[in-house]
Protein backbone atom coordinates (compact mmCIF):
# COMPACT_ATOMS: atom_id res chain seq x y z
CA UNK A 1 0.00 0.00 0.00
CA UNK A 2 1.44 3.73 -0.87
CA UNK A 3 1.17 6.66 1.38
CA UNK A 4 -1.40 7.92 -1.24
CA UNK A 5 -3.62 4.95 -0.87
CA UNK A 6 -3.22 5.13 2.57
CA UNK A 7 -4.31 8.95 3.35
CA UNK A 8 -6.91 8.12 0.01
CA UNK A 9 -8.65 5.08 2.42
CA UNK A 10 -8.78 7.12 5.71
CA UNK A 11 -10.18 10.25 4.36
CA UNK A 12 -12.63 8.02 2.44
CA UNK A 13 -13.38 6.46 6.19
CA UNK A 14 -13.70 9.34 8.16
CA UNK A 15 -16.48 10.80 4.86
CA UNK A 16 -18.17 7.29 5.39
CA UNK A 17 -17.97 7.05 8.94
CA UNK A 18 -18.46 10.16 10.47
CA UNK A 19 -18.53 8.58 14.30
CA UNK A 20 -15.08 8.01 13.84
CA UNK A 21 -13.70 11.40 12.67
CA UNK A 22 -12.80 13.10 16.26
CA UNK A 23 -10.53 9.78 17.45
CA UNK A 24 -9.00 9.55 13.70
CA UNK A 25 -8.39 13.03 13.97
CA UNK A 26 -7.02 12.91 17.03
CA UNK A 27 -4.38 10.45 16.62
CA UNK A 28 -3.57 11.64 13.43
CA UNK A 29 -2.64 14.69 14.98
CA UNK A 30 -0.90 13.06 18.21
CA UNK A 31 1.08 10.74 15.72
CA UNK A 32 2.16 13.86 13.19
CA UNK A 33 3.78 15.42 16.73
CA UNK A 34 4.82 12.70 18.05
CA UNK A 35 9.46 12.14 17.80
CA UNK A 36 10.23 10.12 14.78
CA UNK A 37 7.25 8.82 14.34
CA UNK A 38 5.70 12.05 12.49
CA UNK A 39 8.68 11.38 9.90
CA UNK A 40 6.78 7.99 8.91
CA UNK A 41 2.79 9.35 9.53
CA UNK A 42 1.52 11.38 6.50
CA UNK A 43 -0.78 13.26 8.55
CA UNK A 44 -0.45 16.65 7.61
CA UNK A 45 -1.96 15.36 4.14
CA UNK A 46 -4.69 13.44 5.31
CA UNK A 47 -5.93 16.43 7.74
CA UNK A 48 -6.15 18.62 4.92
CA UNK A 49 -8.48 15.84 3.10
CA UNK A 50 -10.49 15.70 5.91
CA UNK A 51 -10.57 19.38 5.92
CA UNK A 52 -11.88 18.72 2.68
CA UNK A 53 -14.39 16.18 3.99
CA UNK A 54 -15.36 19.06 6.70
CA UNK A 55 -16.69 21.24 3.98
CA UNK A 56 -18.39 19.36 1.73
CA UNK A 57 -20.14 17.26 4.03
CA UNK A 58 -21.06 19.59 6.83
CA UNK A 59 -19.16 17.72 9.48
CA UNK A 60 -18.75 20.10 12.28
CA UNK A 61 -15.74 22.05 12.34
CA UNK A 62 -15.02 22.36 15.95
CA UNK A 63 -14.95 18.64 17.47
CA UNK A 64 -12.44 18.34 15.04
CA UNK A 65 -10.42 21.37 15.22
CA UNK A 66 -10.34 20.58 18.83
CA UNK A 67 -9.26 17.06 18.78
CA UNK A 68 -6.59 18.37 16.00
CA UNK A 69 -4.91 20.87 18.60
CA UNK A 70 -5.18 18.35 21.51
CA UNK A 71 -3.82 15.46 19.60
CA UNK A 72 -0.75 18.14 18.52
CA UNK A 73 -0.36 19.41 21.97
CA UNK A 74 -0.06 16.23 23.81
CA UNK A 75 1.93 14.89 20.88
CA UNK A 76 4.40 17.56 21.66
CA UNK A 77 4.31 17.41 24.79
CA UNK A 78 5.43 13.43 24.88
CA UNK A 79 8.33 14.35 23.26
CA UNK A 80 9.40 16.59 25.01
CA UNK A 81 8.62 14.29 28.20
CA UNK A 82 10.92 11.68 26.26
CA UNK A 83 13.62 14.20 25.33
CA UNK A 84 13.69 15.95 28.68
CA UNK A 85 13.85 12.54 30.75
CA UNK A 86 15.90 10.60 28.60
CA UNK A 87 18.43 12.87 26.45
CA UNK A 88 21.13 10.86 27.70
CA UNK A 89 20.13 7.77 26.01
CA UNK A 90 18.26 9.77 22.96
CA UNK A 91 21.82 11.44 22.39
CA UNK A 92 22.83 7.83 21.65
CA UNK A 93 19.84 7.16 19.81
CA UNK A 94 19.57 6.92 15.73
CA UNK A 95 19.39 9.33 14.42
CA UNK A 96 20.79 11.37 16.97
CA UNK A 97 24.01 9.05 17.05
CA UNK A 98 24.88 9.51 14.04
CA UNK A 99 24.97 13.30 13.95
CA UNK A 100 26.42 14.23 17.49
CA UNK A 101 26.70 17.49 16.73
CA UNK A 102 22.66 18.33 16.74
CA UNK A 103 22.05 18.22 20.01
CA UNK A 104 24.80 21.10 20.80
CA UNK A 105 23.22 22.98 17.97
CA UNK A 106 20.04 22.65 19.30
CA UNK A 107 20.89 24.02 22.61
CA UNK A 108 22.36 26.60 20.25
CA UNK A 109 18.94 27.01 18.49
CA UNK A 110 16.67 27.05 22.06
CA UNK A 111 19.27 29.55 23.35
CA UNK A 112 19.00 32.16 20.77
CA UNK A 113 15.53 31.29 20.00
CA UNK A 114 13.41 30.21 23.02
CA UNK A 115 9.78 29.64 22.61
CA UNK A 116 9.55 30.91 18.86
CA UNK A 117 12.02 28.39 18.02
CA UNK A 118 9.35 25.94 19.17
CA UNK A 119 6.27 27.64 18.13
CA UNK A 120 7.57 27.78 14.26
CA UNK A 121 9.21 24.48 14.45
CA UNK A 122 5.22 23.26 14.52
CA UNK A 123 4.76 24.52 11.17
CA UNK A 124 7.86 23.37 9.69
CA UNK A 125 7.37 19.94 8.25
CA UNK A 126 10.69 17.86 9.19
CA UNK A 127 11.10 19.46 12.23
CA UNK A 128 8.09 19.05 13.54
CA UNK A 129 8.74 15.85 14.07
CA UNK A 130 12.02 16.71 16.19
CA UNK A 131 11.68 19.90 17.60
CA UNK A 132 10.13 19.09 21.30
CA UNK A 133 12.69 16.11 21.17
CA UNK A 134 15.13 18.29 20.83
CA UNK A 135 14.23 21.05 23.08
CA UNK A 136 13.07 18.39 25.82
CA UNK A 137 16.73 16.54 25.33
CA UNK A 138 18.40 20.23 25.70
CA UNK A 139 16.28 21.02 29.08
CA UNK A 140 14.76 23.53 27.65
CA UNK A 141 12.08 24.97 30.61
CA UNK A 142 9.02 23.24 30.51
CA UNK A 143 6.91 26.93 30.66
CA UNK A 144 8.01 28.43 27.78
CA UNK A 145 8.32 25.20 26.01
CA UNK A 146 4.58 24.56 26.97
CA UNK A 147 3.39 28.04 25.88
CA UNK A 148 4.64 27.51 22.50
CA UNK A 149 3.24 24.19 22.45
CA UNK A 150 -0.15 24.64 22.84
CA UNK A 151 -0.43 28.29 21.59
CA UNK A 152 1.03 26.40 17.98
CA UNK A 153 -1.22 23.75 18.44
CA UNK A 154 -4.32 25.71 18.51
CA UNK A 155 -2.98 27.60 15.13
CA UNK A 156 -1.31 24.61 13.80
CA UNK A 157 -5.31 23.27 13.47
CA UNK A 158 -6.83 25.64 11.98
CA UNK A 159 -4.35 26.21 9.47
CA UNK A 160 -4.53 22.61 8.95
CA UNK A 161 -8.16 21.97 8.82
CA UNK A 162 -9.52 25.74 8.15
CA UNK A 163 -8.65 26.32 4.09
CA UNK A 164 -10.49 22.52 3.05
CA UNK A 165 -13.32 23.10 5.50
CA UNK A 166 -13.60 26.97 5.11
CA UNK A 167 -13.47 26.72 1.04
CA UNK A 168 -15.32 24.10 0.16
CA UNK A 169 -18.38 25.25 2.16
CA UNK A 170 -17.91 28.80 0.36
CA UNK A 171 -17.59 27.32 -2.62
CA UNK A 172 -20.50 25.00 -2.04
CA UNK A 173 -22.72 28.15 -0.65
CA UNK A 174 -21.03 30.08 -3.72
CA UNK A 175 -22.14 27.48 -6.58
CA UNK A 176 -25.46 26.82 -4.75
Known amino acids: MTVQDFAHQTIEFIRLNQG ?7 LLAFGESLALFALLLPATF ?4 VGAVIGASGLAFWPLYFAAALGAAL ?3 V ?9 DQIARMWP ?7 LPRGRAFFDKWGWPGVFLG ?51 DWVS
Do not use: E
Open 20 to 26: WAIPIVF
Open 46 to 49: ILWG
Open 75 to 77: GDW
Open 79 to 87: SYWLGYHYH
Open 96 to 102: LSRYPAL
Open 122 to 172: RFIGPLRAVVPLTAGACQMPMIPFQIANWTSAFLWAGVTLGPGALGLTFLK
